[in-house]
C-alpha cells in the first residue's frame, strides 16, 4: 500500500501514513477523462447566443429581381451573407448537461487521489489547526516544498480542509498560488488540477465517520426493504390461500 508523508503544523515531518484504503482504486485513465470533462462541460454557463436570419429585425423582401441584373441571386436582406444579418451556425445558448452517477464520481476522484499518491504530490498535515497567521502558514509550504523532491519547484497547491478547521483558510487565502477547499468539496477535476494536494489529518477521520454513517443508513433502507417485500409475498400467498377455500 502506498505511503504519505505526514507534516506537523510547524513544518516537521512525522512518520509516514499508508493510503487510506478507501481512496485505492484501480487505474482507469477514461473514467477520470470522462469526469473532467463533465466538471468543464458544467462550469460553462452557456449564456451566448445570436439570432438567426429568422429572428433579426429586417424586412422579408426580396430586394431585387431574380433575374436581368448581372448580379449574385439574393432574397432578403437579413441572410448570413449581409452586414447585420443573421448568424449561420453560431451559438444556440443551448447547455448541454453533462452527468456522472455517485459511483462513477467517487471511482475518479479515487483514481485522482491515487495519481497524486503515486507522484508523491499528496501531504497529511497533522494539527493544522495551530496555525495562527499568514507568516505560519507560507513558512509550512516552503518547508514542505524544501524536503519533498517531488514538490519542488511546484507553484500551486491545493489545501483541503476538514469541517472543524476550516477557520484555517484565513491565513491561507492570502497567499500567491494558494488554493483552499472544504475536503468534502474535492473532486476528480480539482484534485488532478490542483497542485500539490495538502489534506488536513481531521478530514480522514470526518470521512470515515460519514462513511459509517452512510453505510449504517444504507443496511437499514435495505433492512425496511426487505420487510416490505417479505409483508408483501406473505399477502399474497393469504389471498392465493383464500381464492382456493372458496373454490
Not at 473532467?36 to 422579408?60: D, M, N
Not at 508523491?120 to 495562527?132: A, D, F, H, P, T
Not at 517531488?150 to 484565513?170: H, P, Q, Y
Amino acid at each position: 500500500m502506498p505511503s504519505l508523508s505526514v507534516y506537523t503544523a510547524k513544518g516537521t515531518k512525522v512518520e509516514a501514513v499508508s493510503m487510506p484504503k478507501g481512496w485505492y482504486e484501480k487505474e482507469n485513465d477514461s473514467l477520470l477523462a470522462q469526469a473532467i470533462r463533465v466538471y468543464e462541460a458544467r462550469s460553462h454557463p452557456s449564456l451566448s447566443k445570436v439570432k438567426t436570419r429568422g429572428e433579426v429585425s429586417y424586412s422579408t423582401r426580396k430586394i431585387y429581381k431574380q433575374k436581368g441584373t448581372g448580379r449574385a441571386r439574393h432574397g432578403d436582406r437579413g441572410a448570413p451573407i449581409f452586414v447585420g444579418g443573421g448568424v449561420a451556425h453560431g451559438p444556440k445558448g443551448v447547455k448541454r448537461v453533462l452527468n456522472l452517477s455517485k459511483k462513477m464520481k467517487t471511482r475518479a476522484l479515487n483514481i485522482a487521489f491515487g495519481f497524486k499518491v503515486r507522484d508523491g504530490m499528496l501531504i497529511m498535515v497533522s494539527n493544522i489547526s495551530e496555525l495562527k497567521k499568514t507568516r505560519e502558514a507560507a513558512s509550512l509550504i516552503d518547508k514542505i516544498s524544501n524536503k519533498e523532491k517531488n514538490v519542488s519547484g511546484k507553484i500551486r497547491f491545493t489545501f483541503a480542509l476538514s469541517e472543524k478547521n476550516k477557520d484555517v483558510r484565513l491565513f491561507l487565502r492570502n497567499i500567491e498560488n494558494v488554493n483552499v477547499l472544504p475536503f468534502k468539496g474535492l473532486n476528480a477535476y480539482k484534485v488532478f488540477h490542483g497542485g500539490v494536494l495538502i489534506v488536513d489529518k481531521e478530514a480522514l477521520n470526518e470521512q470515515e465517520d460519514s462513511d459509517a454513517k452512510e453505510l449504517k443508513k444504507d443496511r437499514k433502507v435495505k433492512s425496511t426493504v426487505a420487510r416490505q417485500r417479505k409483508s408483501v409475498r406473505v399477502k399474497k400467498k393469504k389471498m392465493v390461500k383464500k381464492t382456493r377455500k372458496k373454490k
